[in-house]
């Protein structure tokens, strides 16, 4: 399934202190299997902490792990030698203060760190799980790919951790193998975008921790702007300093050595949300999930290396968000909903004929509740009359609660002129709305 199109985390950590540690180690095998849950083409990965069982987003942009949304966790979790510190990220905000715990015990499968650094922030805004629609703790990428060749497959949804001085490369015929820069702790690659009939060089940050499938930085002189003016205004995410806003278009081409990828999705965010990240000059933007997933791929930070190879989904369309509604799980609402283990009453009031009758019986249960938190300016939703705030209780007379955060955003990736009916709940009073997918590319 295409997921939500929009960019839930792609930061950027500075901290101005050096790090040692002992690193993760096999304690088992050569290698470790983990599987994964793909939600909005962000990999969630089970980690452990203290012993503590908790979920990770899985981001190969990401220099240091990083905890939020814990505050059910906290006690449980027991971070040790703890510190203040400023953490930077994408958005419009300014930095964050955040806590820098030492010596703390990490396990993904069977690897295992004694000894590692994590950040904790405790601003109850920044919390991902919202957005995804589940349990999300926090984040994790570099202290991972130095320790190990990582296989990402995406295909069959796993990671593989292996050990770098025993792991021996297959023969792969219809694979591409790249070469890795590595700046601050970050993998790029070069690849090659189609722009007004000319082939423009980019480097790239692979971004497994960003949903969107490429992201530019906007430069005239190379051609990197919507071409034609095809292009409309959107909220692209959420960082860790604040909002990305920019604007979305689509690219005729996209190119890794000898595989193409036609007609994709693009973003270009806002300048004043990216100067952080355009420190690294050389840099163009990013290559994250929706471009990724298309891949199984073979992570060599060791050796500078990535190889790629096509799976199920590199054939798949790339759609997006035609309704202009953003949904955010927010808490809980009561449902009331029909018990399925119906009571049966046997009526012999009458000795010559025996009546069986059925007694109805309803339970009240919590569900999720959906609730509109962006709304795009003169899109089809805003123009029929939706407002942020609102709560979704049935999309084209189908009970929502009956359906995880996703499953509903796909209704809003539809094909152009899809009919799309809401009920909703505003402040108490139910309302319903009517309006058509509109195709702005």
């Keep these: 399934m295409i997921k939500r199109y929009f960019t839930i985390f792609c930061i950027v950590l500075f901290c101005g202190q050096s790090f040692s540690q002992n690193g993760f180690r096999l304690t088992r095998s050569e290698r470790t299997k983990v599987k994964f849950q793909l939600i909005d083409n962000l990999i969630i990965i089970p ?3 203290n012993k503590v069982k908790l979920s990770f987003i899985f981001d190969s942009g990401v220099s240091k792990p990083i905890l939020f949304n814990i505050i059910n966790s906290s006690d449980s979790l027991k971070l040790k030698d703890v ?3 400023y953490l930077r990220g994408l958005g419009d905000g300014e930095s964050t203060v955040a806590l820098k715990s030492r010596n703390n015990i990490f396990k993904i499968g069977e690897a295992i760190n004694v000894n590692q650094d994590v950040f904790i922030i405790s601003d109850e805004t920044i919390n991902f799980t919202p957005r995804l629609g589940i349990p999300v703790h926090g984040i994790i990428g570099y202290d991972i790919f130095k320790d190990f060749i990582v296989e990402i497959n995406y295909g069959s949804k796993f990671i593989r951790l292996n050990n770098p001085d025993t792991y021996k490369y297959k023969t792969c015929r219809n694979c ?4 890795l820069t590595l700046f601050n702790n970050k993998p790029f690659i070069d690849a090659i975008v ?5 082939e423009v060089p980019v480097k790239l940050l692979m971004d497994s921790g960003g949903s969107d499938a490429l992201w530019l930085f906007e430069n005239e002189s190379l051609g990197l702007i919507p071409e034609n003016g095809n292009f409309f205004i959107d909220f692209l995410g ?3 300093s604040g909002s990305v806003h920019g604007k979305r278009s689509k690219l005729k081409r996209f190119s890794i050595n000898g595989f193409h990828v036609h007609n994709l999705n693009v973003a270009y965010p806002d300048s004043a949300a990216v100067s952080f990240a355009r420190k690294f000059k050389a840099r163009s933007g990013s290559m994250a999930g929706e471009l990724l997933k298309r891949f199984n791929i073979v992570m060599d930070f060791k ?3 990535v190889t790629f190879k096509k ?5 798949d369309p790339f759609e997006y968000n035609k309704s202009g509604i953003v949904l955010e799980q927010d808490g809980v609402r009561v449902v009331k909903e029909r018990d399925q283990g119906s009571q049966f009453k046997n009526d012999q009031s009458n000795e010559e004929l025996s009546r069986l009758s059925v007694i109805e019986a309803y339970k009240f249960t919590l569900k999720p509740a959906f609730r509109i938190v962006e709304l795009r300016a ?3 939703a805003e123009r029929a009359g939706l407002m942020l705030g609102d709560v979704i209780l049935t999309i084209n007379n189908k009970e929502v609660h009956n359906y995880k955060l996703q499953e509903v955003n796909s209704f809003f990736r539809a094909q152009q002129g899809k009919l799309i009916k809401l009920k909703i709940d505003r402040d108490g009073v139910i309302m319903t709305f009517h309006f058509k997918l509109e195709s702005l590319l």
Excluded at 176 to 179: A, D, F, G, M, V
Aim: glycine residues 6%; negative net charge.
């Design 47 to 49: 980690v452990e902490i």
């Design 176 to 179: 591409e193998t790249l070469n």
């Design 83 to 85: 510190e203040s510190i």
């Design 238 to 240: 959420k960082g860790l």
């Design 311 to 315: 799976n199920r989904y590199f054939n």
């Design 378 to 380: 003169n899109s089809p």
């Design 303 to 305: 050796n500078s290396k």
């Design 194 to 198: 189609e722009v007004k009939g000319e």
